[in-house]
């Protein structure tokens, strides 16, 4: 496998989806995730990797959907 670089986008994709990540400094900042079936619109699991995860779950891996999409 490939060393993951530090800071840039990653695309995964399969025959179903397509997964764009987002590093800066060597931490995932953004993820979404893009169906390729028609009519589905696209999503983003969200982060806080600046929080302590002591703390609890918070909001990380939910998804969330932009209801505003021009």
């Known amino acids: 496998m490939a ?9 995964s994709e399969d025959d ?3 997964i764009v990540q987002t590093r800066v400094h060597g931490q995932v ?3 979404v995730v893009q169906s390729k079936l028609r009519g589905v ?14 703390l609890g779950r918070g909001v990380d891996g ?9």
């Open 16 to 18: 179903h989806v397509r």
């Open 62 to 70: 939910q998804r969330a959907w932009s209801v505003l999409d021009f």
């Open 3 to 11: 060393p993951v670089p530090a800071n840039g986008t990653t695309v």
């Open 29 to 31: 900042q953004r993820v």
């Open 41 to 54: 619109k696209p999503y983003e699991i969200l982060l806080d990797p600046g929080r302590d995860p002591a």
